[in-house]
């Protein structure tokens, strides 16, 4: 496998995607929906060590895109702007997603000097009352001028990076405001604005909130009206649907094709939904029943090599299933190889 995957490195084709790093688990928020905020005191706030990092970009080569993002503020990492710059060095893409309170002008002026490809700020409303509901401790007002400063410094310096993006996250107290927050994207100087949802739910309170379980008349008509808005302004436009359908065959981060996903303790794991921190988490819920946290760990930067994790028995089996899931022949009424146990509880095997 190792050597499948450098021979298709020195052909110039990077074999995967991106790989998402989670330079800090700390945040300065409390966001009602997070796995921090629900967690409290048993959450391990932790940095991603320079040396931890410095080991992982000998693996770069491997990735398109460097996204420094995980259950954390990635700016609360006192190298942040290190690790950026290592990452656009090895000539990988880099992004990140911030909660813009450590974004100030000196931030605004680095990412684009530094060439940072894009810059995700998240939101959860089109107005201060919505968003500081579900965000608690953000000023809203202050994230909408953190964003327009953004987009003027990149108009100053003439740079034509980072995009920037809003990330949405469609809640049922939200989805109303998606058309307004559509709208407000564009006036801020954002050029994309993805719609995701709440799909990670770690109490069974946080069920309401998420849109696929509760549907509501309406829900379809205000993402196509967010996304007429969005398209007529000149921005990208990408939303999860609003329902909830039966399995898919290869969920959106698409382990090890598309995602692969550092811990800030350095451990290896496939994705997002598999990088909450075990001695936290005891369960999830999936459709009102709780299941035990058990995800699968490829293995340890301290121990090994990014490059020797990604060859090893854990990443082949995971590889080998949803390769055989991907594989178009396999809709010719071929059996479908089961997908893992763990990801059959997960909300992004059906579509969302
Ligand atoms: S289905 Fe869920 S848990 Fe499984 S790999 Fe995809 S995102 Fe991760």
Redesign the pocket.
């Known amino acids: 496998m190792l050597k499948r995957l450098l021979r298709r490195w020195r052909s110039g084709r990077p074999p995967i995607r991106s790989l998402q790093v989670e330079v800090s688990t700390l945040c300065q928020l409390a966001c009602v929906y997070c796995p921090r905020t629900v967690a409290g005191s048993s959450w391990p706030g932790r940095i991603l060590a320079w040396e931890l990092y410095e080991k992982l970009a000998a693996g770069f080569g491997l990735f398109e895109t460097v996204f420094l993002q995980g259950w954390g503020e990635p700016l609360t990492n006192p190298r942040f702007w290190d690790m950026v710059a290592l990452a656009k060095n090895r000539g990988c893409k880099v992004g990140f997603t911030t909660n813009g309170l450590l974004f100030d002008a000196a931030a605004a002026e680095r990412a684009c000097r530094l060439g940072v490809d894009i810059i995700t700020f998240t939101f959860a409303g089109a107005t201060a009352a919505t968003h500081q509901f579900y965000r608690a401790g953000a000023d809203f007002a202050a994230l909408l001028g953190t964003v327009r400063l953004l987009a003027a410094t990149k108009k100053r310096l003439q740079a034509a990076k980072p995009l920037i993006s809003v990330t949405y996250t469609q809640m049922r107290g939200n989805v109303r405001e998606l058309p307004a927050a559509a709208r407000l994207a564009a006036a801020i100087g954002a050029g994309q604005m993805t719609c995701g949802h709440l799909d990670c739910i770690l109490a069974p309170a946080l069920e309401e909130h998420a849109v696929f379980l509760n549907p509501a008349a309406g829900d379809e008509q205000d993402l196509v009206s967010a996304a007429v808005l969005a398209r007529r302004a000149g921005l990208v436009f990408d939303a999860e649907p609003p329902r909830m359908g039966g399995e898919i065959l290869v969920?959106e981060?698409y382990?090890l094709r598309v995602t692969v996903f550092v811990r800030a303790d350095g451990t290896v794991v496939?994705?997002h939904?598999?990088a909450l921190p075990a001695a936290a988490i005891e369960r999830l819920y999936f459709r009102g029943r709780p299941y035990a946290y058990e995800p699968i760990v490829f293995g340890d930067l301290a121990q090994q090599p990014l490059a020797a994790i990604l060859a090893n028995a854990a990443c082949g089996q995971l590889r080998q299933i949803f390769t055989a899931r991907a594989d178009p022949a396999v809709s010719a009424g071929a059996a479908i190889p089961d997908?893992?146990a763990?990801?059959t509880k997960?909300y992004?095997?059906y579509g969302v």
Request: hydrophobic share 35%; aromatic share 8%; with cysteine.
């Open positions: 969920c981060p382990p496939p994705c939904m598999m997908a893992p763990f990801c997960c992004k095997l």
